[in-house]
Structures are given as structure tokens and as C-alpha cells.
């Protein structure tokens, strides 16, 4: 019942988000139709940041409970946090090409994103080792300690020194209603979207 | 408390008896101390030192680690009745003090081959060295004492781990940078080392407590 109804508003939220992002927001001033990608851009971070802070939760219940469920669910929330982290950076280039005129630079929020896809990279290699050799429990060690980096990830941007923009600043922030109202349609898409998907992948565990 | 000095002294008894940690680093820690002065030059000499550091660590901590191996080919102190967050931190410890032994050599190892002063003993640069250690310590120790239950495929799995620490790396260089630039007051009030400092604490209260639940049969 709930995977359909996953599915029903998925499929209602994503086109309509799709439709908001290219027609009903208005053109930025300064960047142009660049800005675009912003919508998108913020939709796969709220999905990696859901996905590695569930990591973390089922890591730690499989460290106190020691039921294989959790490390299994703690795995499938990494291995799309991953890909949607991937997707992060490779919005972000394209964001930063035309505006920065570079395609990367080792800004420290940058920087901070890079390192949480190398992390959670390599738990997920670590984790199929811990599976094979019967460990499973350090690969939620690992999994905790590699979430400390996410938090340094939004502290970043505010209190180091760079060049990525702030944008939900404590100045009222530097977007306009309709901005908001496509930003916000946009997060709720990408949060059923991986609803969806974490759901799908738990299914293929149990096949 | 009591636990952890009884491990730490037996630790540091069976260092002084037979030595081979020490002598093992310090074999590592001239060669690569002979490279990387001799090829490489740095506009900040205390990155290529700490580069010096860092890899010492990586390539002695399951040196360590293998310190405690048993008749039955696991960790003895494994199957004692005792708290293992103890013991962790006890291990901890001994390898923060070995490195800030190792620190010292380094130190004037460095000076010597450079043949110039170029790196400064003052308060800013032990402590830095001590944090330094105790962070890189916690999560390097930890594991390389959980990855000793798997033999061969540890040293694979070792290798894996290294991206944890690098978010301590990046926060310890910008602290580096600083300590070139700054007097001591200035640079323990400085934000970098405040930040490192906090990770440091974070590190050392949380590896213990998850290497005693990894262990928990």
C-alpha cells in the first residue's frame, strides 16, 4: 500500500516539479537559465544527506541489536546516498563552469563533498569485505565514523574561507517566492524518488 | 583507570624488552625522512614533515596492533572478561606516546638531513603534534586491533580505511598552516585548531566505545 502510494506521488510530484523548474520560475538575474540546475542540485542533496543520516541510524541499531536486517538496510541507504553525492558533484561542475569559469575547484565545501564520496565509497567496498569475512559489525564502525564528515560538509560553506554561495543565509536568504515554491516541490519529488528507490533496493536483497 | 595503566605498562614493558616497534618506525622514518628531504621541497617545510608523519603511521599501525597476537592466532586480551573499550584506549595511548617518541626523532632527523633549522620546537608545535597523534591514533588503532581477527585480507582492508581520517588530514594541514604563521596563543585560539581539536575529542571518545561493541559476542 505504501509502495504504491510512494509510486503514485512520485510520479505526480516529479513532472509537476520538472514543469516548475523550466516554466513556472523565473530566469536569475545574474546567472540566467544556469540557476536551473540549482532546483536538481538541491534535490540530490537532501537525498544523500537522508540516505547517509539513515546510514547511520541503522548502523548504529546493528551494533546494539546485532540483527542482519540493519546492516542490510544501513548498506542500501549508503549505496544510493552515494550516487546521489555523485550527482551532487557532477550538477555542481556544470553549475560551475559558466559561472565560475572552472569546472572544479578545491573549495572547502567542494572539498568536504569530494571526501564523502571517497568515504562512502570505500564503505561500500568495505562493507561486501566485512560480509565475506563474517565482520559485518566494522563496516558499521565505518559507517559512523564516516558520517562525521557531513555535518563538516554544511559547516563549511558558512565558516571556511570559499567560494560556494550561501544560499539560506541568516540574512533572509537570496531567493524569490516562486524560486521557493519550485525549490520546495522539487525536494518533495527527489524525497519520494528516494523512497522509491530505497524501497526497490531492499526488495533485491530479499530476491 | 586501573585497567587501562595495566595494559599501558605492559604494553610499554614488552616495548622496552624487546624494541622492535620502535626500531621498525624508526627504519621507516629515516628512509622516508632521507626521500622526501632530499627530492621534495615545500614552501611550508612543516607539510612535508607532517607528509613524513602521516606515513609513518600508516605503514606501522598494524605493526603495533600485531604486538598482542596470541598462541591461537587472535588477540589474547580478545577473550578476557574485561571492558575491550579499555583496552582500546590503553592501546591508544601507547601509540600516542610511541609517536610522540617517534615525533621527536623525526624532528631532529629532519633538521639534520635539511641542514638548517627549519622547522622551530615551541609549545605550538607539540601540542599540534600531540592532537595530531591522538586523532590519527584513535581511528587508526582501532581498526588495525579489529582487523587483526582477519589475517591475510586485513592488510587489504587496512588500506580501505585510510579515506576516514582524510577529513582529519585536511583539518590538521590547514592547522599546520597556521602554526607557521601564528604565535602559540594566537593559534590555539585559531579556528582550524579549534575545529581539529573538537575532532579530536570526538574520535577518541567514539572509537573505543564502537571497537567494545565490534568485539561484543
Not at chain 1, 548504529?60 to 550527482?87: C, D, P, Q
Not at chain 2, 594541514?173 to 594566537?186: E, G
Request: proline residues 3%; aromatic residues 20%; hydrophobic residues 55%.
Amino acid at each position: 500500500m505504501l509502495r504504491k502510494l510512494n509510486l503514485i506521488m512520485l510520479f505526480v510530484t516529479m513532472p509537476v516539479a520538472i514543469y516548475m523548474n523550466y516554466l513556472y520560475a523565473p530566469t536569475e538575474k545574474i546567472m540566467g537559465d544556469v540557476q536551473r540546475l540549482f532546483y536538481f542540485h538541491m534535490g540530490y542533496v537532501i537525498v544523500f544527506t537522508l540516505a547517509f543520516c539513515l546510514n547511520l541510524y541503522y548502523s548504529v541499531r546493528f551494533l546494539i541489536t546485532n540483527n542482519l536486517n540493519y546492516s542490510t538496510k544501513a548498506y542500501s541507504h549508503a549505496e544510493i546516498g552515494v550516487l546521489f553525492t555523485f550527482l551532487t558533484i557532477v550538477s555542481g561542475m556544470f553549475w560551475a563552469k559558466p559561472v565560475w569559469g572552472t569546472w572544479w575547484t578545491w573549495d572547502p565545501q567542494l572539498t568536504t563533498t569530494f571526501i564523502l564520496l571517497v568515504l562512502y565509497g570505500s564503505y561500500l567496498v568495505f562493507y561486501s569485505y566485512s560480509i565475506k569475512f563474517n565482520v559485518p559489525k566494522y563496516a558499521a564502525i565505518f559507517a559512523i565514523i564516516s558520517f562525521i564528515d557531513l555535518p563538516i560538509v554544511y559547516i563549511s560553506v558558512r565558516v571556511m574561507r570559499g567560494i560556494s554561495p550561501v544560499v539560506f543565509g541568516g540574512e533572509g536568504g537570496g531567493i524569490s517566492p516562486q524560486m521557493m515554491d519550485t525549490l520546495l516541490l522539487t525536494l518533495a519529488a527527489f524525497f519520494f524518488l528516494y523512497l522509491v528507490l530505497v524501497d526497490m533496493r531492499l526488495r533485491l536483497d530479499k530476491t | 583507570m586501573n585497567l587501562i595503566k595495566i595494559f599501558l605498562l605492559k604494553d610499554l614493558k614488552v616495548e622496552f624488552k624487546e624494541k622492535t616497534n620502535f626500531f621498525y618506525i624508526l627504519i621507516l622514518l629515516s628512509t622516508f625522512t632521507l626521500i622526501i628531504t632530499t627530492y621534495f621541497k615545500h614552501e611550508n617545510p612543516l607539510n612535508l614533515y607532517f607528509l613524513i608523519f602521516l606515513i609513518i603511521h600508516f605503514f606501522s599501525h598494524q605493526r603495533i596492533s600485531r604486538q598482542e597476537i596470541g598462541t591461537s592466532d587472535d588477540l589474547i586480551v580478545f577473550n578476557l572478561p574485561v571492558d575491550l573499550s579499555l583496552f582500546c584506549i590503553a592501546k591508544i595511548l601507547f601509540s600516542t606516546l610511541l609517536f610522540f617518541v617517534i615525533n621527536i626523532f623525526l624532528f631532529l632527523l629532519y633538521n639534520l638531513l635539511t641542514q638548517e633549522e627549519l622547522i622551530n620546537l615551541n609549545y605550538g608545535f607539540f601540542l599540534f603534534s600531540f592532537i595530531f597523534s591522538i586523532g590519527i591514533n584513535s581511528i587508526l588503532t582501532s581498526f588495525s586491533l579489529l582487523l587483526e581477527r582477519i589475517k591475510g585480507e586485513g592488510h587489504f582492508m587496512f588500506i580501505l580505511i585510510f579515506p576516514l581520517i582524510l577529513p582529519f588530514i585536511f583539518l590538521s594541514f590547514n592547522s599546520i598552516s597556521d602554526l607557521y604563521s601564528m604565535n602559540f596563543y594566537k593559534f590555539i585560539s585559531s579556528f582550524n585548531f579549534q575545529i581539529l581539536f573538537a575532532f579530536d575529542i570526538l574520535l577518541f571518545a567514539l572509537c573505543p566505545i564502537l571497537f567494545s561493541y565490534a568485539l561484543r559476542r
